[in-house]
């Protein structure tokens, strides 16, 4: 009788090569590796060669980029999402994705248990754990990388031992997670919260000093809050945010080096490299503070910052989190135009703005001639907003 099937989320990193083997010896089951590609993996083929080189009876490479960018980026983006102010949610949004797969093809082969490879100290887990349990709350999860007691070392032993070839070098000391909406690298000398980050951890980004000695405008257009042109030629998301990265990591802009609270509790020193996405929600917040009321732009900035939230939370899959995305969705009718950036040695600035549904009105506004505000309603309105004021410092001051 064949053995139980395990769907494996394989990334063909150290832990989750290891991981094929270790499923096999530990608890028996059949291995299926799934690589999920969000964007921006390289050597696909080699990787799938390592998953069945490690022992797993069939590797399967899904190409979840459109999805990715569609379903996942692009809600984070129309929500203008940055955990802490800073993170644009990189790992944290392709982790329902992947579970997503995972399922789908655990219902497709019949197989009951799935598993990842994430440690007991990431936020990942608990994205895993909780998207899986949504997605089929009959399925067994396990991340034996949370129990197996060994240290990398030991796992560097243990994948040697089985012939198995892992990538992990003296050369590239980082735990790094990539996908379309950016980088993120951990591990390491990054560890040491005072140290620089050597330049050898990134890979999209010049150093800022390096970039062009002439700054470079870049027009992106958005309908309907979805970003569509990059200077006047339309693309699809995925090359749209493709371009925006290649333009932005030229001049050395959207490296983040941040301490970030992580769920499990602990406080942690991170390096992102996202300059697409970064320039992107820059670009689009701006546009929403042109079309927006006052009103509206305040309360959504509330949601946006609790969608980040929930986003890095593992809420992904959750009541609140889809009536969130409703309500962003609806902001969204009148964020359409342009957005003007300067991106020059590791900065992007926004120089320019203009919408079909702009509610700036350059007649209320203006100093110059032609100006339509009726001044002398300022008077009255002061006089009445402040009154609440005023009588309490008349009470303060014994004068009622
Ligand atoms: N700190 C980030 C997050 O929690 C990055 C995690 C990267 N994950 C990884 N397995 N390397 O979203």
Not at 11 to 27: H, Q
Not at 124 to 143: A, E, K, N, W, Y
Not at 197 to 217: I, L, R, S, W
Not at 370 to 387: K, R, T, Y
Request: charged share 25%.
């Amino acid at each position: 009788m064949a053995s139980e099937l395990c769907i494996l989320a394989y990334s063909g990193g150290l832990d989750t090569s290891a991981l094929v083997p270790y499923i096999k010896e530990t608890y028996g089951y059949d291995v299926i590796a799934v690589l999920v590609d969000a964007g921006r993996n390289r050597n696909l083929a080699e990787l799938k060669q390592r998953a069945l080189g490690a022992g797993a009876v069939d590797a399967v490479i899904i190409d979840a980029r459109e999805e990715f960018a569609r379903d996942f980026v692009l809600p984070a983006l129309l929500a203008n999402t940055l955990y802490e102010d800073k993170y644009p949610l990189v790992a944290a949004l392709s982790r329902p994705l992947i579970a997503k797969k995972i399922i789908d093809l655990a219902h497709e082969r019949g197989a009951k248990v799935v598993a990842h490879g994430c440690t007991a100290k990431g936020n990942d887990q608990v994205r895993f754990d909780i998207s899986f349990r949504c997605l089929d709350p009959t399925i067994r999860v396990m991340g034996p990388a949370r129990e197996w007691g060994m240290n990398r070392e030991e796992i560097l032993d243990y994948c040697a031992a089985r012939n198995i070839n892992v990538p992990l070098t003296k050369k590239n000391p980082y735990s790094v997670d990539e996908n379309l909406w950016g980088r993120t690298i951990e591990c390491g000398e990054l560890e040491d919260a005072w140290a620089p980050v050597p330049e050898g951890a990134f890979t999209e980004t010049v150093n800022p000093k390096d970039g062009p000695d002439e700054p470079q405008e870049v027009v992106v257009t958005f309908e309907m809050g979805v970003p569509v042109a990059v200077d006047g030629v339309k693309m699809p998301l995925v090359e749209l945010i493709d371009a925006m990265d290649k333009i932005a990591g030229k001049h050395g802009y959207g490296r983040v080096d941040m301490i970030e609270n992580r769920l499990v509790g602990i406080k942690s020193r991170e390096i992102y490299e996202v300059p697409g996405a970064l320039a992107l929600i820059m670009a689009h917040k701006d546009l929403e503070d042109l079309v927006m009321t006052r009103d509206l732009l305040r309360y959504k900035s509330g949601v946006d910052t609790r969608m980040a939230d929930m986003i890095y939370d593992a809420q992904w899959f959750s009541p609140l989190a889809d009536a969130l995305r409703a309500f962003v969705n609806e902001t969204q009718k009148w964020v359409s135009g342009d957005v003007r950036l300067s991106f020059f040695k590791g900065n992007c600035t926004v120089v320019g703005r203009r919408s079909p549904n702009s509610l700036y009105v350059e007649s209320l506004a203006t100093y110059a001639t032609g100006d339509e505000f009726s001044h002398e309603s300022a008077v009255g309105f002061i006089q009445l907003w402040g009154l609440p004021m005023e009588v309490a410092a008349r009470r303060a001051q014994g004068l009622l």
